[in-house]
């Protein structure tokens, strides 16, 4: 079974910048996440989908991040314009029912550094 | 809120050694709770997880016990390798069933 997938791996931009994140998660798995890990913290949530409407973005800098999740499958995060802070890695992740819990499974994620 | 609290690392051990690394969390209901492994250079992985008090999760010779009495979900395990070294993450299930991590600790397993 094919994994979660994200591009690009890596991004250098320079603040005020713009810059997209796509993932594709895994096959059949109708939760979609998307997480913020800062160097040296554990991953933050940004935002939760389930097919393509939002359950939850309560984390989400709204004034400067979008997301969304085209047909209920692949998705899109985009940060405009970018600040310093926003260096980390961007972690996308889907999950399915198993035995009374959902479990996530994490892609690769893009480590963006701004400049 | 809820939240998880994990000991710091690094934590340093020689291979065959016992591991433990404690996290405590602070939830309202009753939470899955999780660990997460992330080895250099890969995404995190599902080590193992207990959806109810006193479930013992396991998996590749790790444990951790799910404790209500004391909050808490330590993660052990008999004998470490050195391809055990990673960083490790504590997490519980909130609303909607997000994940709420700590901020993980790293293990270094020395020959």
């Known amino acids: 079974e094919a994994g979660v997938a994200q591009s690009p791996r890596y991004k250098i931009i320079e603040k005020r910048q713009s810059v997209a994140f796509w993932c594709n998660p895994i096959?059949?798995?109708?939760?979609l996440y998307w997480y913020q890990q800062i160097l040296g913290q554990g991953p933050k949530l940004l935002i939760q989908?389930?097919?393509?409407?939002?359950?939850?973005d309560s984390q989400l800098p709204k004034d400067r991040f979008s997301a969304e999740r085209l047909k209920g499958v692949d998705s899109t995060l985009k940060i405009q314009p970018a600040k310093l802070e926003d260096s980390a890695v961007y972690l996308c992740?889907?999950?399915?029912?198993?035995?009374?819990?959902?479990?996530?499974?994490f892609g690769p994620g893009t480590r963006l550094t701004v400049t | 809120g809820n939240s998880v609290t994990q000991m710091e690392g690094p934590v340093t051990l020689s291979e065959e050694a016992f591991l433990t690394i404690n996290c405590t969390y602070t939830a309202t209901g009753y939470p899955s709770l999780f660990w997460y492994v992330q080895y250099p250079g890969e995404g995190l992985q599902l080590l193992l997880k207990?959806?109810?008090?006193?479930d013992k999760g396991s998996n590749k010779g790790f444990e951790a016990t799910y404790r209500k009495e004391t909050t808490s979900f330590h993660l052990e395990k008999g004998s470490v390798q050195v391809s055990d070294s990673a960083v490790y993450f504590c997490a519980l299930s909130g609303g909607y069933n997000k994940l709420i991590f700590g901020a993980g600790t790293r293990l270094a397993v020395h020959p």
């Open positions: 989908f389930q097919n393509n409407g939002v359950v939850d």
């Open positions: 096959s059949g798995h109708a939760t």
């Open positions: 992740a889907s999950s399915f029912l198993r035995d009374r819990s959902y479990e996530q499974y």
């Open positions: 207990a959806t109810k008090a006193d």
